[in-house]
C-alpha cells in the first residue's frame, strides 16, 4: 500500500502556495486517508533539505551567478532527485500523502518550452530523476502571463522570475499543453481562493473516494 501524491503546478503568482495550505487544511479530515497516515506538504525547488541549499544558489539574481540552461536544468534535476529519495519515497511508502508545490512537469514547462532545451532530453533525465514516482493526479491553476506579472508587481523577483513575460508565455503555452496531454485537472485560478480550493477537493474526493 502506497499513500497518494498530489502535485499543483502553473506559473508563478497563480497562487499555488495559497491552495496547498488550504487542501492541507481539510485533507486529513476528509475521511480519505488511512488512520495514523500523515500529510507530508512540499515544494520544488526546495523540499529536501539539500534542496532548500540548492534553491538559493538556483534562484540568486545576481548576475554573477546566473547558471546556463543546461546547469540550471541539472540543478533542478539534483533538487528533484534528492527530493524524492529523502522525502517522497520515504513518505509514499508509509502510506503517508503527498502535496507537492511543482514537480517533473515545471521542468518541462521552464526548460523545455520556456528555455528551448530538448524535450527527449528533459525526458529521459526526468525518467532517472523521478526513480518511478509520479503524481497520482495534478492541478493546473491557470492564469495568463499578463496577470502573474501583474499579482507580483509589488515582490522582488528572483531569477526565473525575472525573466519577463515573453517567457512566461512559452512556459504557459508549455504548461497548456502537457496538461491537455496528461489529462490534467485545469482549474482557473482567476477565481476567489474558496472557489478554487472548492474546485480542488471536490477533484480529489471523486479521485481516491473508492480507493479508501
Ligand atoms: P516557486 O516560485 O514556485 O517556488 O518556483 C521557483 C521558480 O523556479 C519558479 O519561477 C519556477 C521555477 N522552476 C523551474 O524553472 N523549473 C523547475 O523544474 C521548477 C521546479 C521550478
Known sequence: MKGKFIVIEGIDGCGKTTQVDEISRWLPSSGLMKTGSKLITTREPGGSLLG??????????????????LAELLLYSADRAEHVSKVITPALNNNDWVISDRFSDSTLAYQGYGRKINLE??????????????????????????????RRKNEI??????????????VNQGFKLIAKQKNWKVISATQNIKTISNEIKDTILNNFSSDK
Open 52 to 69: 532548500k541549499k540548492l534553491r538559493g544558489l538556483i534562484l540568486d539574481n545576481n548576475e554573477n551567478n546566473k547558471p546556463s540552461s
Open 121 to 150: 532530453i528533459i525526458k529521459n533525465l526526468e525518467s532517472i530523476v523521478c526513480q518511478g514516482e509520479y503524481p497520482d493526479l495534478t492541478f493546473f491553476l491557470e492564469i495568463s502571463p499578463l496577470e502573474s506579472i501583474l
Open 157 to 170: 523577483p528572483d531569477r526565473i522570475e525575472s525573466e519577463g513575460i515573453r517567457f512566461l508565455e512559452k
